[in-house]
Each structure stands twice: as C-alpha cells, then as structure tokens.
C-alpha cells in the first residue's frame, strides 16, 4: 500500500509543512501511526516539543529510521528543538487521513466482536463505530453502547447511510467473504479483517488482515528457539549440533 503523491516541494522544511511529493511506504505508513500515538500521550503529558531521538525511543526504533521515514512527509523538525509535537501531530494526522470523517461499520458481534465494538479507544482515536451488524436472531435488535445492531441484510443502505469508510469483520471464517462482498458492493473500500481467512477483493480495496491465532503460533516459535518450557515452567536448554556432530547445550 503507498499514499498517494502529494503536493511537490523539493526543500526541507519544518513540522507542519506540505509533505514531499512521493508516494510512502507501507511500512513507513504504519511506523507514522505508532509516532503519531506517541505524540499524542505526549501532548496528553504537557510536551511541547520533542527530540527525535526521545521520539524515537518511545516509539520502538532509532532515530535514523525515524528521521527518515518523517522525511517522506517533508518534515525535517528544528535543529536544536526537535519537533513540535502539536504541529507534528497535526501532520500526521492529515497524511494519514485522520482530518477528514472516519466511520467504522463491524460485522460479527459475537465474543470478539462484542469486545471490539465496546473498546473505546476506536472513537478516541478518530474511528468511532458508527454500525453494527450480525446474523444471530439473540444479537440482532440488542444494542451496544447506545448502537443497534443491525442485520447484515442491511449493509447496503446502512453503511452509506451512516458514512462508513472502514468495515471490520469478525464473522466465522466461512462467512467473511460473503460479508466483505456486501461491504464493498455498499462502498466500503477499507477493511479490517479479523476472520481466519484471506478475502478476495477489487483491486481498489485495501485490506488489513489480524490473525491472533497466527500471532500466538510466532510467538510460540520463539518460545521453541529459545529451548521452550520445561514440565517444571522453566526453560529448557536448546540442543544443537557442532561441527563433528556430537549435540552442544546452546546457553
């Protein structure tokens, strides 16, 4: 996934301005959203400016890679000063498309859903879950947090009527595709995909994919190359194989 270019500027300049006319890559897309949550507890806290190499820190990487990917952006921060956290925010906020309306549409309000449409941080964060949808008779009508739920049959007018732009799906693995169907028929062209499954999709669509299961499965991954869990709940130390064969306890 990469932005689109935006306007041309060939100088540096300082937090707050027009971004350089080149398209970001994804994985600098999703650094951009870890600094701007950074700049915004830190804003909570009071700061008016920032180092990059405290922003850095706090966000998980080094400051070169964060001097970088700023710089995709044409922001460049104040020598001595840094950045200023409330213009670097705004910036953020405009490149990654958080000045404009966000609406939030979730389908499957089982135990997942039912948790996802109750966190509130989607609203605090610019993404407010403006509908609700499912096929469950006990679900449908019943309201969380103030919002009804509806049943998917609805998705068509409920979605452009509410002003959705991002739908999350977390239905059985078997039902997803059909419901990412119906979001994208009803112009729903970003979606957050929470079902065990990979979704076919239009070209113009772009789909993010959370697989818990797979995440737990990497981590356990590393839990086995570091020698796994003994019966006792300690470590196990690793056996390898040396040069001449013969097993070594890798420490």
Same mark, same amino acid.
């Given at each position: 996934m990469t932005l689109p270019p935006q306007a041309?500027?060939?100088?540096?300049?300082?937090?707050?301005?027009?971004?350089?006319?080149?398209?970001?890559p994804e994985a600098t897309v999703v650094r951009l959203a870890v600094y701007l949550r950074v700049l915004g507890q830190l804003g909570e806290g009071g700061a008016e400016t920032v180092s990059s190499e405290e922003l850095a820190s706090l966000s998980g990487v080094n400051s070169a890679t964060l001097r970088k990917d700023l710089s995709h952006i044409g922001t460049y921060g104040i020598r001595g000063v840094g950045y200023e956290v409330a213009a670097l925010q705004h910036e953020l906020e405009r490149v990654l498309g958080l000045d404009h309306? @966000?609406?939030? /549409?979730?389908?499957?309000? !089982?135990?997942? =859903?039912?948790?996802?449409? +109750?966190?509130?941080?989607?609203?605090?964060?610019?993404?407010?879950?403006?509908?609700?949808?499912?096929?469950?008779?006990?679900?449908?009508g019943s309201t969380i947090d103030g919002i009804e739920v509806r049943h998917v049959r609805d998705i068509a007018a409920a979605c452009p009527a509410a002003g959705v732009t991002i739908g999350m799906i977390a239905t059985p693995a078997q039902a997803a595709q059909q419901v990412c169907d119906q979001l994208v028929a009803a112009g729903v062209h970003s979606i957050l995909n929470f079902a065990p499954t990979f979704l076919q999709v239009p070209d113009d669509v772009e789909v993010r994919k959370v697989d818990?299961?797979?995440?737990? @499965?990497?981590? /356990?991954?590393?839990?086995? !190359?570091?020698? =796994?869990?003994?019966?006792? +709940?300690?470590?196990?130390?690793?056996?390898v194989h040396g040069r001449n064969g013969s097993a070594v306890v890798a420490t």
């Open positions: 041309d500027s060939s100088r540096p300049t300082e937090a707050g301005a027009a971004p350089v006319g080149k398209a970001i309306p @966000q609406a939030v /549409a979730l389908v499957g309000v !089982g135990n997942l =859903g039912h948790a996802l449409a +109750g966190y509130g941080g989607f609203g605090g964060r610019g993404f407010p879950v403006t509908a609700l949808f499912d096929v469950d008779p006990e679900l449908v818990l299961a797979v995440e737990l @499965q990497v981590l /356990a991954f590393h839990v086995a !190359g570091r020698g =796994g869990i003994s019966e006792h +709940g300690t470590t196990s130390p690793r056996v």
